[in-house]
């Protein structure tokens, strides 16, 4: 790996790398940008380079010394990668506390011991509560000198604004989908029609994508989900209470995998496994919406079921699969704030049945 793993994140690297060869470096970093559009990836390959016994010219790590080899591992000693424990990065992650004596941040006043840099990356600073932020603060402002902090953080708001204010901010951007299918296909062998598929469920991130091409659960879980789709475009009305229970069984937590990256946070802890199917009903009624208004030969993100797509557009009137597409929409913006919304898909399912006679 170096920085050129990274997709589409070209003007985020090369800020990088000139921060390097100008040697001026600022001791805290915050990288923003969607889920797995590359934050964590380039913090490594960043922190690589600062430690790195022979960079290329260019800035780029060896990917061979010894440093570059423990950081890869995760196994260096001047390398502390931070993520948070369940919903939050709590203080005693940072500090020891009674019952928790390995706080990562106790060794900030320790020199590096095989590095030129110690560096710290937290991972999703989104989840630092208030007390651990508050503690993190006297650190960012005076730092010791060899130190350097990477924050990661899906937007600047996301943050304390005085966190925000000690942070020289790096906005990697959401890559387009079809930059995002030709790395799937070429990294995990498969095929252009499903990676792009896999694209269009990453929201701009090539992490995201790649980790939905391992998640054979996942995989299982969307096909089980579009299977229902065709199924509600059969049915009448009144078979909504029977598919409200079939997309709450199909809504049901995927096994978390051994092994995962580390960095899938959102994708392991659960929550939100109905918002998945949403999004994956989403995408099924915007395949519906371009075979209705560009014909038989639209691009699709499910190409695979195309004349099942076909069968099911011929059901519904234009003016409902708009309304599909924003009652969805408006559904998952619903599922964010009540935690109980599992309740309301039946009502979601009689609006989603066909209403042409
Ligand atoms: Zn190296």
Redesign the pocket.
């Known amino acids: 790996m170096s920085f050129s793993s990274l997709i589409g994140q070209d003007t985020a690297i090369a800020a990088l790398k000139a921060a390097i060869n100008r040697d001026a470096v600022p001791q805290a970093y915050l990288f923003v940008g969607s889920e797995g559009v590359g934050k964590t990836t380039a913090a490594i390959e960043f922190s690589?380079a600062l430690c790195?016994?022979?960079?290329s010219p260019d800035g780029d790590?060896?990917?061979?010394?010894v440093?570059?080899n423990r950081i890869n591992a995760n196994e260096h000693p001047d390398f502390t990668r931070i993520a948070p424990e369940g919903d939050f990065t709590r203080i005693w992650q940072l500090w020891s506390r009674s019952g928790h004596p390995t706080g990562a941040l106790e060794t900030l006043s320790f020199a590096p011991v095989a590095a030129p840099r110690r560096i710290y990356l937290l991972e999703r600073a989104e989840t630092l509560n208030d007390e651990s932020a508050n503690s993190l603060l006297k650190a960012l402002e005076e730092p010791p000198r060899y130190v350097n902090f990477i924050l990661c953080a899906p937007s600047p708001s996301a943050v304390l604004p005085t966190i925000l204010s000690r942070c020289q901010m790096v906005r990697f951007r959401q890559v387009p989908a079809e930059a995002i299918a030709r790395t799937v296909a070429e990294r995990k062998g498969v095929s252009l029609a499903e990676a792009r598929m896999l694209a269009a469920y990453s929201e701009g991130g090539p992490g995201r994508a790649i980790r939905l091409a391992d998640a054979t659960e996942l995989r299982d879980q969307r096909a089980s989900l579009l299977d229902l789709a065709e199924k509600i475009a059969r049915s009448p009305g009144i078979a909504a209470f029977r598919l409200a229970e079939e997309l709450r069984n199909g809504a049901k937590p995927a096994k978390p995998k051994k092994g995962e990256d580390a960095d899938a946070g959102e994708e392991k802890s659960g929550r939100g496994d109905l918002a998945r199917s949403l999004d994956v009903l989403s995408a099924w009624y915007s395949d519906l919406l371009a075979i209705s208004l560009r014909g038989g030969d639209a691009p699709l993100i499910h190409e695979d079921r195309r004349t099942a797509i076909q069968s099911a557009a011929s059901r519904y009137r234009l003016e409902q699969l708009t309304e599909n597409a924003e009652t969805l929409a408006k559904f998952r913006r619903y599922l964010t704030r009540n935690a109980n919304a599992q309740l309301a898909t039946e009502a979601l399912m009689l609006k989603l049945t066909p209403k042409k006679v």
């Open positions: 690589k790195c016994k022979r960079p790590p060896c990917d061979s010394c440093n570059c």
